[in-house]
């Protein structure tokens, strides 16, 4: 089995999400996300969104070669660095797996990782597109995948890098990508 990677990147933006089966935003990546969607901050680098395709060559005996190629499997995984790192940004980051509670003026996040089952999340990701366009990426069901590890010294800018793999809604894509190019 043969396989490839294709990627794009989508230039520094916003990160939001919600609970997976949230509603999807509108086309117009020009307009604010759903009210369910939370936003977790502005994204200084770049995120990736790489589709990665396993193939199966059909050979039949007789043949010199591939006579057809198949699909096995679709991977869609955005890969990219929060640029806050907040408790609730590590929550997500972590999967959902824990807690982020406020008592009073303090903050705690308490991880569970007894968790077998992660429950997707849904994320909308907006930046910039073509020609000083608005390019907004959205997947119905995503779940965190990344390892993650927090350096506490003064040249750590506090990014918490994430990986979310894109799981495929019933009856659809696990993406949907939509640009608004001004004057067009």
């Known amino acids: 089995m043969a396989s490839d990677a294709r990627q794009y990147v989508i230039g520094p933006g916003d990160l939001y999400v919600a609970p997976g089966g949230s509603p999807a935003p509108s086309d117009d990546p020009t307009s604010a996300p759903p009210v369910a969607y939370v936003h977790l901050g502005y994204l200084e680098k770049p995120a990736e969104v790489t589709v990665k395709r396993t193939w199966l060559d ?21 890969k990219t660095d929060l640029a806050q790192a907040t408790l609730d940004n590590l929550l997500v980051a972590l999967a959902n797996q824990g807690t982020v509670t406020t008592v009073g003026n303090v903050r705690v996040f308490e991880p569970d990782f007894s968790l077998s089952f992660i429950a997707p999340i849904a994320l909308i990701l907006d930046g910039p597109a073509p020609q ?53």
């Open 58 to 78: 059909k050979e039949p005996q007789q043949a010199q070669g591939t006579v057809a190629k198949f699909v096995t499997s679709t991977k869609v995984h955005i």
């Open 132 to 184: 000083g366009g608005r390019r907004r990426t959205f997947a119905s069901r995503a779940v965190s995948m990344a390892d993650v590890t927090l350096t506490a010294d003064r040249a750590n800018t506090g990014f918490i890098a994430v990986e979310f793999e894109l799981l495929y809604p019933e009856g659809g894509q696990p993406v949907r990508i939509t640009e608004h190019i001004p004057g067009a």
